[in-house]
T-cell receptor, first 110, second 112 residues
Framework: QKEVEQDPGPLSVPEGAIVSLNCTYS??????FMWYRQYSRKGPELLMY????GNKEDGRFTAQVDKSSKYISLFIRDSQPSDSATYLC??????????FGRGTSLIVHP | NAGVTQTPKFQVLKTGQSMTLQCAQD?????MYWYRQDPGMGLRLIYY???????DKGEVPNGYNVSRLNKREFSLRLESAAPSQTSVYFC???????????FGQGTRLTVV
């Protein structure tokens, strides 16, 4: 079992839908939880990160961390075709090395 | 502001050939990383360098070597390329106390 599990999708939704992307993990030492967005043929870019448990909101994006369940989520409200990308969760503890999920491919169709 | 620059962007190699992938960052970051990305496998760490002068193996180091030439540059070498090394390779860098890693645009390598 990998330390971080993420369903690769693809997840296809209509424009305007609320999208929920999720990851589970097994390492209790993880404290930093990140979401990267990767457009086709580009490198990943950090979208949001949270430290420990709780929620963080940035515009249409909300990141949630539930450490008791070892479960993190990214919600996208009012999804747009420009949100079509692969979303990778990443986590790390005190080390230099983040552990990435496999990424979920999201397609938002007009 | 260039960020992380990788060269080349595309490369086709024959089995057994060698090549070096170059990576340079202009953000004065301490840590640098090499990942490979394969369909369905996500990002897998090949090697990393926590600071200038140090390198360590990641999850999938076999068949690769690295050099941290200076604080800016971190190269990845394939001594004898194999078809299993066909992949997209990403270099990344991170400041010492930051969470965010900055990625290059990737090198698409095909080994035939």
């Amino acid at each position: 079992q990998k330390e971080v599990e993420q369903d690769p999708g693809p997840l296809s939704v209509p424009e305007g839908a609320i999208v929920s992307l999720n990851c589970t993990y097994s390492n209790s030492a993880f404290q930093y939880f990140m979401w990267y967005r990767q457009y086709s043929r580009k490198g990943p870019e950090l979208l949001m990160y949270t430290y420990s448990s709780g929620n963080k909101e940035d515009g249409r994006f909300t990141a949630q961390v539930d450490k008791s369940s070892k479960y993190i989520s990214l919600f996208i409200r009012d999804s747009q075709p420009s949100d079509s990308a692969t979303y990778l969760c990443a986590m790390k503890g005190g080390s230099y090395i983040p552990t990435f999920g496999r990424g979920t491919s999201l397609i938002v169709h007009p | 502001n260039a960020g992380v620059t990788q060269t080349p962007k595309f490369q086709v190699l024959k089995t057994g050939q060698s090549m070096t992938l170059q990576c340079a960052q202009d953000m004065n970051h301490n840590s640098m990383y090499w990942y490979r990305q394969d369909p369905g496998m996500g990002l897998r760490l090949i090697y990393y360098s926590a600071s200038e002068g140090t390198t360590d193996k990641g999850e999938v180091p076999n068949g690769y070597n690295v050099s941290r030439l200076n604080k800016r540059e971190f190269s990845l070498r394939l001594e004898s390329a194999a078809p299993s090394q066909t992949s997209v390779y990403f270099c990344a860098s991170r400041a010492k106390f930051d969470t965010e890693a900055f990625f290059g645009q990737g090198t698409r390598l095909t080994v035939v």
